[in-house]
Nanobody, 120 residues
Framework: QVQLVESGGGLVQAGGSLRLSCAGS????????MGWFRQAPGKEREFVAGISWGGGSTVYADSVKGRFTISRDNAKSTVYLQMNSLKPEDTAVYYC?????WGQGAYHYWGQGTQVTVSS
């Protein structure tokens, strides 16, 4: 089992930046693909970005492409989400997840989430 803890959320003005971190513990972190998801109030959880086990492959939702960057440091068992040019519609609880693939599905382990609020 993998335990995941997100951090780095907060309140930021539109156009600003935040970097989210997700620290993993338990089983070997590098054995898992990692993803970031988000859920806004009254909406379903949506995929944001995913990264392969070694970090060589990434995938993004169209809504964040060009603004967000996912990366990982397996030596630190941490995955990051750099968010630039933030918009009010990016406001949501952001979750990291671990699983066998870095696409939109098949994530087995989830963090507790961190709130990101973007003011206009």
């Amino acid at each position: 089992q993998v335990q995941l803890v997100e951090s780095g959320g907060g309140l930021v003005q539109a156009g600003g930046s935040l970097r989210l971190s997700c620290a993993g513990s338990g089983r070997t972190f590098s054995n898992y693909a990692m993803g970031w998801f988000r859920q806004a109030p009254g909406k379903e959880r949506e995929f944001v970005a995913g990264i392969s086990w070694g970090g060589g492959s990434t995938v993004y939702a169209d809504s964040v492409k060009g603004r967000f960057t996912i990366s990982r440091d397996n030596a630190k068992s941490t995955v990051y989400l750099q968010m630039n040019s933030l918009k009010p519609e990016d406001t949501a609880v952001y979750y990291c997840a671990a699983g066998p693939d870095w696409g939109q599905g098949a994530y087995h382990y989830w963090g507790q989430g961190t709130q990101v609020t973007v003011s206009s």
